[in-house]
Each structure stands twice: as structure tokens, then as C-alpha cells.
């Protein structure tokens, strides 16, 4: 069979492909406890899914605008202004399917092939993949004193001519590091001293732990929304823990957002009216189901990392947002692929190997999971280690 060159260079979502092996194992009766997910067991916001309900009922299930409807791009309008003090106009919205949609429609619009594309490691796994769809070449760089925290020499030391984007993900998937406020205004003001398009993937925002608050990118941002190359992804999925119902979005400036609307009525027509009236019903009504989730998320996040700290030579960094923590194992192997495997033959856990995120020998692990599962989890792999020599 004869496929494209860029199919050929894409490599499997590790994440999704353990979704799969999870599913497969608890279909065979195995007692598998699956730490890799990253998928918030909590319920959706009651007011999306009786706005969902209302609109079935009424069978008006149509066709959107390829950039969304009015309703959710008001919504937008809002959330921007409520939780990043920023005003932004309907045209400025776009909303896709889910969040990584966005974030293809941005590249698609903005990268020429072979440009480069910049991010810190640990990054999510489709960034590389993502740009290798739209032509481009991925570089990634690991912090050189921390491995958690980048500072701005790090993103200098690998930036050339060459150079069209820089990823930020903060809160941070796969480590929970939440990026320190001096890191946003440096990569903010370095990108717009040199013109480079800055993605920021704010897809975990407020899920934040510790008292800290989420940083605004804009605040640091000299420039007009339509002078800005600064584009701001986030969605549903995970602060509200509507993950199946995919619906994301960008703040950018108006021409920017055109051509990706352009890209998006070509590829998906638009987002779906469901996940949009969903939205919308989320993002205008009661938060406190944001607020829920993040605390629950937090007390868990303290009992994995307590359990996770009593497992000889393991190095684990307490996560200050998302809803994993990402370890270093290496004490046990520097090869993560194998002792992942090896934690699911022996343990019957599933964990993602840190090279999947561009770091071998760390595992990350999420606490999305009941505490109980985190626990007997976290003990499992401790006597599956305990069997290995250090």
C-alpha cells in the first residue's frame, strides 16, 4: 500500500493507544487500574447536559458556522474577559472540535513547510506529530537546570532563522508544572522582539493547586489584539470535564481566525450544535463545578504524591496543576517503554512512559482516577518494584 510521506512519519498517540490496552484487559477480566488517563471521572456542569437534553428534544440538531455560533463565541468573548482581563470581539473567536483542533487550524494557518516549530520538553505528545502533519519540523529542548520550570534562555538556545512558532503549555501535560510568571512575560516579550507566532495551550487553566492563579499571557502583551501573533487555545474538556463532548477554541487576531474558520469549513464544516449549546450552558452559568473538580483533583494529587514518595529512589516532583504527575523512575530503568511494560505484565497498571513526552526514564501517572484506584495503584507498583534491583 502506498501512503504519504508525512503518514509515514507519524508515530501512534501513546496515550490513546494505552486508552485502548486498558479496555481491552478489563474486557478479559483482568483487575487492570489504569493511571494513564487523562480524562476526569467527574460529571459534566448539570447545565450543559440539560441544555444538551433540551436541544435533542426539540430535534433542531443543524449545521453551525464553521467558526461557531454567535452564542458560543459571546461566550468566549466572556470567559476571556472573566479569567484572562482581556477584551476580545467575536471575531477574534473561533470554535473547533475540541481543542486540539485548534491547535492543527493554527499551524495549518500560520506554518510554510520545513518552518520550525519550538517547545519545551515535557511536552504532549501530538505537538511533534501536529506539526509533522502541517509540513513543519518539530524541536523540543529539556530545560537545562530545571527540568520542570524552562527559563528563557532555554527557548533562545534552540530558536534559529528559521523559527515561525513557539508552544507553551502551562499548566503543563505530562509534569503539572505551572510555568513561573517571569518565564510568560520573557517568551511573551522575546516573541514579539522577534516576531515569532506564540501558542499558548491553556487547555488546563484552572485546574491550578497550592493557592496559586492562573497567569494571563495578555498581561504581559504590548501589542493590539489585531497587531498580536499571541494565540490562546483552551476548551471544555478538561477544567469541565466534558472531554467527549470536544469542543475547544483560539483567541487570535481577526485574520488569523478567518483563515482558520476557512480550514475548519473545508475539514469538519464546524463544530457540532450539540457540543456547542453544551458550551455554552458550561461556560455561562454556575462554575462551581470547575471549582469542585479542582479540589477534589488537588486531595488526590496529595495522595498519589505521598504514595508515590514512599517508593525507593523515585524522584517526584509534587504537581502544581493538570492531573498528572510526571516521575522519575530512571533509578529503576532509563528505558520508560520498558518499565511500562513491565508495571502492566507484573502489576497490571497502566502508566505512560516519559519518552512519549520527550524524557525517558520518567512515567507519568494520573490522579484522575478514584482514591482508592490511586492508592492500590501507587502499592501495586511498589511490590512490582520492590522485585527489581536498583
Given at each position: 500500500?502506498?501512503?504519504?510521506?508525512?503518514?509515514?512519519?507519524?508515530?501512534?498517540?501513546?496515550?490513546?493507544?494505552?486508552?485502548?490496552?486498558?479496555?481491552?484487559?478489563?474486557?478479559?477480566?483482568?483487575?487492570?487500574?489504569?493511571?494513564?488517563?487523562?480524562?476526569?471521572?467527574?460529571?459534566?456542569?448539570?447545565?450543559?447536559?440539560?441544555?444538551?437534553?433540551?436541544?435533542?428534544?426539540?430535534?433542531?440538531?443543524?449545521?453551525?458556522?464553521?467558526?461557531?455560533?454567535?452564542?458560543?463565541?459571546?461566550?468566549?468573548?466572556?470567559?476571556?474577559?472573566?479569567?484572562?482581563?482581556?477584551?476580545?470581539?467575536?471575531?477574534?473567536?473561533?470554535?473547533?472540535?475540541?481543542?486540539?483542533?485548534?491547535?492543527?487550524?493554527?499551524?495549518?494557518?500560520?506554518?510554510?513547510?520545513?518552518?520550525?516549530?519550538?517547545?519545551?520538553?515535557?511536552?504532549?505528545?501530538?505537538?511533534?506529530?501536529?506539526?509533522?502533519?502541517?509540513?513543519?519540523?518539530?524541536?523540543?529542548?529539556?530545560?537545562?537546570?530545571?527540568?520542570?520550570?524552562?527559563?528563557?534562555?532555554?527557548?533562545?538556545?534552540?530558536?534559529?532563522?528559521?523559527?515561525?512558532?513557539?508552544?507553551?503549555?502551562?499548566?503543563?501535560?505530562?509534569?503539572?508544572?505551572?510555568?513561573?510568571?517571569?518565564?510568560?512575560?520573557?517568551?511573551?516579550?522575546?516573541?514579539?522582539?522577534?516576531?515569532?507566532?506564540?501558542?499558548?495551550?491553556?487547555?488546563?487553566?484552572?485546574?491550578?493547586?497550592?493557592?496559586?492563579?492562573?497567569?494571563?499571557?495578555?498581561?504581559?502583551?504590548?501589542?493590539?489584539?489585531?497587531?498580536?501573533?499571541?494565540?490562546?487555545?483552551?476548551?471544555?474538556?478538561?477544567?469541565?470535564?466534558?472531554?467527549?463532548?470536544?469542543?475547544?477554541?483560539?483567541?487570535?487576531?481577526?485574520?488569523?481566525?478567518?483563515?482558520?474558520?476557512?480550514?475548519?469549513?473545508?475539514?469538519?464544516?464546524?463544530?457540532?450544535?450539540?457540543?456547542?449549546?453544551?458550551?455554552?450552558?458550561?461556560?455561562?452559568?454556575?462554575?462551581?463545578?470547575?471549582?469542585?473538580?479542582?479540589?477534589?483533583?488537588?486531595?488526590?494529587?496529595?495522595?498519589?504524591?505521598?504514595?508515590?514518595?514512599?517508593?525507593?529512589?523515585?524522584?517526584?516532583?509534587?504537581?502544581?496543576?493538570?492531573?498528572?504527575?510526571?516521575?522519575?523512575?530512571?533509578?529503576?530503568?532509563?528505558?520508560?517503554?520498558?518499565?511500562?511494560?513491565?508495571?502492566?505484565?507484573?502489576?497490571?497498571?497502566?502508566?505512560?512512559?516519559?519518552?512519549?513526552?520527550?524524557l525517558d526514564g520518567f512515567l507519568r501517572i494520573s490522579f484522575c482516577r478514584d482514591i482508592d484506584e490511586i492508592e492500590e495503584g501507587v502499592h501495586r507498583i511498589k511490590?512490582?518494584?520492590?522485585?527489581?534491583?536498583?
Amino acid at each position: 500500500m502506498s501512503i504519504s510521506q508525512i503518514a509515514k512519519s507519524l508515530t501512534p498517540s501513546a496515550t490513546l493507544k494505552l486508552n485502548e490496552k486498558a479496555a481491552i484487559l478489563r474486557q478479559k477480566g483482568n483487575p487492570v487500574i489504569h493511571l494513564g488517563g487523562g480524562e476526569p471521572i467527574s460529571q459534566p456542569s448539570v447545565f450543559a447536559i440539560n441544555a444538551l437534553q433540551d436541544l435533542l428534544k426539540s430535534g433542531e440538531i443543524r449545521y453551525t458556522p464553521a467558526g461557531g455560533t454567535s452564542q458560543i463565541k459571546k461566550a468566549i468573548v466572556q470567559y476571556t474577559h472573566d479569567y484572562y482581563q482581556k477584551e476580545v470581539h467575536n471575531n477574534n473567536i473561533i470554535a473547533t472540535i475540541g481543542a486540539k483542533q485548534a491547535l492543527v487550524l493554527a499551524l495549518q494557518s500560520i506554518i510554510n513547510p520545513k518552518d520550525e516549530v519550538v517547545f519545551p520538553a515535557p511536552y504532549w505528545v501530538s505537538y511533534p506529530e501536529m506539526v509533522k502533519i502541517c509540513g513543519g519540523i518539530p524541536k523540543s529542548m529539556i530545560p537545562a537546570n530545571n527540568v520542570y520550570h524552562p527559563v528563557i534562555a532555554d527557548i533562545e538556545n534552540v530558536v534559529t532563522s528559521k523559527t515561525k512558532t513557539i508552544i507553551i503549555n502551562s499548566p503543563n501535560n505530562p509534569s503539572g508544572a505551572v510555568y513561573t510568571e517571569q518565564f510568560i512575560e520573557d517568551i511573551i516579550a522575546y516573541c514579539e522582539k522577534q516576531d515569532i507566532y506564540l501558542i499558548m495551550d491553556d487547555i488546563y487553566q484552572r485546574l491550578i493547586y497550592d493557592g496559586k492563579t492562573p497567569i494571563s499571557s495578555y498581561k504581559y502583551v504590548t501589542k493590539s489584539i489585531e497587531d498580536s501573533k499571541l494565540i490562546v487555545i483552551n476548551g471544555v474538556s478538561k477544567q469541565y470535564a466534558m472531554t467527549g463532548f470536544r469542543l475547544g477554541w483560539a483567541v487570535a487576531n481577526s485574520k488569523l481566525i478567518k483563515v482558520m474558520s476557512k480550514f475548519q469549513a473545508h475539514q469538519t464544516t464546524a463544530p457540532s450544535i450539540l457540543s456547542d449549546k453544551a458550551a455554552v450552558a458550561a461556560l455561562t452559568n454556575d462554575q462551581s463545578c470547575v471549582e469542585n473538580l479542582r479540589s477534589a483533583l488537588e486531595i488526590k494529587r496529595d495522595a498519589l504524591v505521598s504514595g508515590l514518595r514512599k517508593i525507593n529512589g523515585v524522584k517526584v516532583f509534587k504537581s502544581e496543576g493538570t492531573f498528572y504527575c510526571f516521575a522519575d523512575f530512571s533509578v529503576y530503568s532509563k528505558n520508560s517503554a520498558e518499565l511500562a511494560e513491565y508495571l502492566i505484565d507484573t502489576a497490571q497498571v497502566i502508566t505512560v512512559p516519559g519518552i512519549a513526552f520527550g524524557l525517558d526514564g520518567f512515567l507519568r501517572i494520573s490522579f484522575c482516577r478514584d482514591i482508592d484506584e490511586i492508592e492500590e495503584g501507587v502499592h501495586r507498583i511498589k511490590n512490582a518494584l520492590s522485585n527489581k534491583n536498583i
